[in-house]
């Protein structure tokens, strides 16, 4: 069965400070691959998707970045975090049209 | 392009009282509808769909039917419980691969 991975569960970051977050994914195969924010008492927001290796796209203009290095590897940077940053960051994967969600990061930035 | 509306929260209820969430949607085409749950601190886990017109999809005791003449996915439970406090979200879908449209989210609470 098909399994996803996020870590870290809680991050409190200082302002200017660079951001690195990771997801994998297990049980399958060239899955796209979504990183969405939660801001507090907010919805959704998709900030990035991919369709394969390397091939990432922006949904919103933004002070962080996404890399898909392996088919199963979806990670999200930033080089300075902003107080802005702040929020739940929801890593998810589909075939089709479903997505299957991992646990989330919670990230302060203080 | 596509999008979805969901009632605002938060819907504060006693147990055993009927839940009612509405979700509408703008879409070209046949999506796909869905309902997500997120309880406290944790992501979100799929609680139903619905792949075409007037398909009812159920879980836990949760309903919702896909309605194309009213674009309407409204989530029904006949008695909640005080473990269905959680925070719930409407999404569509298109073709295989694209990414979800998300509502922004509606905040049950229900007492005991």
């Known amino acids: 069965s098909q399994t996803i991975h996020q870590w870290p569960a809680t991050l409190v970051q200082p302002v200017g400070s660079p951001l690195s977050l990771e997801c994998t994914v297990e049980g399958t195969s060239n899955p796209n691959l979504y990183w969405y924010r939660q801001a507090a008492g907010r919805g959704l927001q998709l900030l990035f998707y991919?369709?394969?290796?390397?091939?990432i796209s922006s949904e919103v203009p933004q002070n962080l970045s996404a890399s898909r290095p392996q088919d199963r590897q979806f990670i999200l940077s930033s080089k300075k975090l902003l107080l802005s940053d702040s929020g739940f960051y929801l890593c998810a994967w589909s075939e089709v049209a479903e997505a299957f969600f991992g646990q989330g990061t919670r990230l302060t930035v203080v | 392009g596509n999008s979805v509306t969901q009632m605002e929260g938060p819907v504060t209820l006693s147990e055993e009282a009927f839940l009612t969430i509405n979700c509408t949607y703008t879409?070209?085409?046949?999506?796909?509808l869905f309902w997500y749950v997120q309880y406290p601190g944790e992501g979100l886990q799929l609680l139903l769909k619905a792949t075409k017109a007037d398909d009812k999809g159920s879980n836990k005791g949760f309903e919702a039917t896909y309605r194309k003449e009213t674009t309407s996915f409204h989530l029904e439970k006949g008695s909640v419980q005080v473990s269905d406090s959680a925070v719930y979200f409407c999404a569509l879908g298109k073709a295989a691969g694209n990414k979800l449209t998300f509502g922004g989210g509606t905040r049950v609470l229900v007492k005991p």
């Open positions: 879409a070209t085409g046949y999506p796909s």
């Open positions: 991919s369709v394969g290796i390397g091939q």
